[in-house]
């Protein structure tokens, strides 16, 4: 707590040059935050002092990374109920911070993450010894995360991006075989949109 409400804040006026305070920010989140997510639940004071190195410009680097990985991590929406709201301002972070990572997150041969393939759409796998399942589970999985960051994200955020949605939604609900799973997703993406 000391770190996110009394160095992290001040460090851009007592370190002054902005490579000190990168540097600073990358041995923080080396020391604490990247063991902290690697626990599966970080805490609430390891969002906090997340949150705090996200509003230092020179800091994006340090928490930009392990935020993603974390929230790219199957095990992300197993996260105490307490620490949501701390993880939706640090997502919504992530994908200001980055443009290019929401159009990753839908598009077809992006690549969030190098464990995640094909992101949110149906199209068929080339390979003819897919596990349709496991397709199924990874394509409800970022259905998931898209309403996670469109609920982080202010009325209208991604406003722009609405057709993109909605195409990609159009695509898989066209396949011949969709989960229940996925259906279910969908309805709760829906659900988000909707409000």
């Not at 949110?120 to 995360?145: C, D, G, K, V």
Request: with cysteine; proline share 5%; hydrophobic share 45%.
């Amino acid at each position: 707590m000391f770190l996110a409400e009394s160095v992290v804040p001040n460090l851009r006026s007592f370190l002054v040059d902005a490579d000190r305070v990168t540097a600073a920010c990358s041995t923080i989140s080396l020391a604490t935050i990247v063991p902290a997510l690697k626990q599966q639940h970080a805490g609430i004071d390891t969002l906090k002092l997340i949150l705090a190195l996200a509003m230092v410009p020179p800091a994006a680097k340090a928490w930009r990374v392990p935020v993603g990985n974390a929230f790219d991590d199957a095990k992300f929406f197993s996260t105490a109920k307490e620490e949501v709201p701390l993880w939706q301002p640090l997502i919504c972070a992530l994908m200001d911070s980055d443009k290019e990572r929401f159009v990753e997150l839908l598009s077809e041969n992006g690549s969030w993450h190098s464990l995640t393939e094909g992101r949110i759409t149906a199209a068929p796998s080339a390979n003819i010894f897919t596990n349709r399942e496991q397709e199924m589970i990874s394509r409800s999985a970022n259905l998931r995360r898209l309403s996670f960051v469109l609920l982080a994200a202010e009325q209208n955020h991604f406003l722009t991006q609405l057709p993109a949605i909605q195409e990609k939604l159009v695509d898989i609900l066209r396949t011949n075989v969709v989960s229940p799973r996925v259906h279910s997703e969908v309805s709760h993406f829906a659900e988000v949109v909707h409000r």
